[in-house]
């Protein structure tokens, strides 16, 4: 098990007892520096861990300041997947893009079915844990035959399920002072509430590496990081600053808690999206549990901190958003950075307490980004790799098969990235640099477009999880009801997703085109369903209906709230959590 370097003591001034990092020696080292973007660290005399900022970070030619990848400015490292961001309210309070947000002329949405929890405990809205069991693959290698009978694996369904929480940011929408841990930021009537980041917790599944250039950091593990989304953007979306309209700090959880590269959005880079011997690895099928919550920090203070120990393979990984860890928030005026410790916004989960900017409503919530992969029998069009010209594997743009037909006459205007199976993305990462052959031939379609437009790739195919075995299809994720200080249980949840504002056909005036499941040729959304286990609620999520209480199934997102929020969100109705 691997050693915890010095530079670490800060974040652990009690040796982390809990979980399994209790158990680590440690390097004393005194001399040892690590130099990471805009952050120095050494140790001092005392043994202790100093850590030396810039003052200013100034942004790159490449980096994240834009997660959606259309900065003015600046070339963006690797396509994120970005929080969806509402639409803009024009004069009397009318939608003027119908509901949706577009960056610099794109529209940037993404499909998110998602469980938001809700609790009025003190401290259920910045100390979070979870318990999951990690989903599985089938044996089989995935197919690309049948639409709906395929073999499928968690690559082709989702890019990244994801756990968050609300994060303060007085540099993000809507541009106002932020308290942490305080229940005084939420928006009201009146006001649009304190500045306000979406933190999200991310899987990633095995199958199509490597992680800078498509979903996965291998063939065979999940891996996971920390990203913190803002928005530049003023109160009502008045004005957007379009060279960084929406930043993305970005650090994978690593078993020494030392990023890989710069986190910040003005100074990330290739290293950041490349994992390294530290990156925390999990084996799929594994018990994990995630604790998110405030801890002291490096200089002084508190910052948020991201801890998965794995039960199974008796490992810990931890990442923490402080300015020590080259993490930074972004200036509305001229995009560059100010090294910051990013802390819970909320003291609760209460109703209201929600990311103001965001289309999902939420502050605590877990959700499977999906709508992304298409399966492809040929691949043609290559092009340039637009994020990693390094890679000269081959990336391409359009894609045949029984999935993916002519797109003439759709919202899509390319299916990029994509690659061929057996791909090892020569390059990648340097002279010399391999991975392992990706699993499947297809495409993320997330450079021309963040999404599968017409809802025909798997994701919208009854190809998902049936239950908790793999077999043609894989095995869900099994999720305990989130817990907080104590151990208490969040006292409701409800079910939401933003799928219609992927939908070209929803428009303020056609409401009819606003649809759970979208009009696509496989005619299926994947839902939530509640089992009983060991005398406890867990969740899973897929095409679960067989001995689980299954909620209707698509029927559970509810109905659209257009009329009420201004854009086209599916609310359900609200559940207790009790068994």
């Not at 969806?84 to 610099?104: A, C």
Request: proline share 8%.
């Amino acid at each position: 098990m691997a050693e915890r370097p010095a530079v670490i003591e800060a974040h652990d001034p009690g040796g982390r007892a809990h979980g399994w990092s209790g158990r680590r020696s440690r390097l004393v080292g005194v001399g040892m520096t690590l130099a990471l973007g805009a952050v120095l660290f050494g140790v001092g005399a005392n043994g202790s861990v100093q850590a030396a900022t810039k003052a200013t970070l100034t942004a790159g030619k490449t980096g994240e300041l834009d997660c959606n990848g259309y900065s003015k400015s600046q070339k963006s490292v690797r396509a994120m997947t970005c929080t969806d961001i509402k639409g803009i309210l024009g004069v009397d309070n009318q939608n003027t893009w119908g509901g949706k947000f577009y960056d610099n002329g794109h529209y940037i949405g993404h499909d998110e079915p998602d469980t938001t929890f809700e609790s009025s405990a003190p401290g259920s809205g910045g100390d979070i844990t979870w318990t999951e069991t990690l989903g599985a693959d089938p044996s089989a290698a995935a197919t690309d035959k049948t639409p709906g009978k395929d073999v499928s694996h968690w690559f082709e369904l989702t890019p990244a399920p994801w756990l968050s929480m609300a994060l303060c940011d007085p540099n993000s929408y809507p541009q106002a002072p932020c308290t942490p841990n305080s229940d005084s930021n939420a928006p009201s009537a009146t006001s649009n509430g304190g500045g306000s980041t979406f933190m999200e917790m991310q899987f990633y599944p095995p199958g199509e590496p490597p992680f800078v250039d498509s979903t996965s950091c291998d063939t065979t593990h999940w891996c996971a990081a920390l990203t913190i989304d803002s928005l530049e953007c003023t109160e009502g979306f008045a004005t957007c600053n379009t060279s960084c309209e929406e930043p993305v700090n970005f650090a994978f959880i690593q078993d020494n808690g030392v990023p890989t590269g710069a986190p910040s959005p003005q100074e990330a880079s290739l290293s950041t999206f490349v994992p390294n011997k530290h990156t925390l690895l999990m084996n799929p099928g594994d018990d994990v549990v995630v604790h998110m919550s405030d801890a002291a920090a490096p200089g002084g203070g508190k910052a948020f901190e991201v801890t998965i120990d794995d039960l199974t393979l008796h490992t810990t990984g931890w990442m923490q958003a402080s300015a020590a860890n080259g993490f930074a928030n972004t200036s509305i005026a001229n995009c560059s950075g100010t090294p910051f410790n990013f802390q819970p916004e909320y003291n609760t989960a209460k109703p209201g307490n929600i990311i103001p900017w965001a289309a999902i409503a939420a502050d605590v919530s877990t959700e499977f980004e999906t709508g992304h992969w298409e399966s492809c029998t040929k691949l043609s069009k290559p092009i340039s790799n637009p994020f990693d010209p390094l890679d000269t594997g081959g990336d391409y743009n359009a894609c045949a098969g029984p999935y993916e037909g002519d797109d003439h006459g759709t919202p899509e205007t390319g299916e990029a990235n994509c690659y061929k199976a057996g791909d090892t993305h020569p390059g990648y990462d340097g002279p010399g640099t391999k991975t392992q052959p990706d699993q499947a031939q297809g495409c993320q379609d997330n450079t021309f477009q963040n999404g599968d437009l017409d809802f025909d790739g798997s994701p919208y195919w009854t190809e998902w999880p049936t239950g908790t075995t793999a077999g043609t299809y894989p095995s869900s994720f099994v999720e305990s009801m989130p817990t907080t200080t104590g151990g208490r249980e969040y006292s409701r949840f409800f079910f939401q997703t933003d799928i219609a504002l992927s939908e070209s056909s929803c428009t303020p005036t056609t409401l009819s085109g606003c649809t759970v499941p979208p009009d696509g040729p496989g005619d299926f959304y994947p839902y939530w369903s509640e089992a009983h286990v060991g005398g406890q609620c867990v969740f899973e999520f897929g095409n679960v209906s067989a001995g689980v209480r299954d909620f209707d199934k698509d029927v559970e997102y509810g109905t659209n709230q257009f009329q009420t929020l201004g854009y086209p969100e599916f609310i359900g109705t609200s559940h207790s959590t009790a068994c």
